[in-house]
């Protein structure tokens, strides 16, 4: 499924739209090159989930939790992680348990994410355009996302 967004106010849209198709527990792994979009994107989901606070990039804490909204949100950047065992040592899943996993750089730790995820992955298509595709696995192939057009 792939979406086209012209703009950072589309691709916020989008993300506040899958908003409502997530469910506690889920993992959403986002793929992209830098200034993509993809915190952009998972503040859109963030705000769809009604967190406040603006939502950064956790690429120097390498995580950052959101709890105020109707899930929480946990949000990891694995940009900076020199092995799969240095994302093991985040407890990750075990920290977003009950809420919604969201992966900067997910194909990063591809090997280690559950049979159950969405994957976004993010391509630049000029300066403020955006190519957003979902590809979905296990229980997200049962999820309307055709439902999420711009």
Known sequence: MQFESRNITETLALGRRLAGLVRPSDVIALRGSLGVGKTAFTGGLAEGL?????????????????????????????????????????????????????????????????????????????????????VPSGSWTDRPLQELSI
């Open 50 to 134: 009604g967190v406040l606070e603006p939502v950064v990039s956790p690429t120097f804490v390498l995580m950052r939790r959101y709890d105020e909204g109707f899930i929480p949100l946990t949000h990891v950047d694995a940009y900076r992680l020199g092995s799969l065992g240095e994302f093991d040592d985040l407890d990750a899943f075990e920290e977003a348990s009950g809420g919604v996993l969201v992966i900067e750089w997910g194909d990063a730790v591809a090997s280690m994410l559950p049979r159950d995820h969405l994957l976004v992955s993010i391509t630049s298509t000029d300066e403020s355009g955006r190519l957003i595709e979902f």
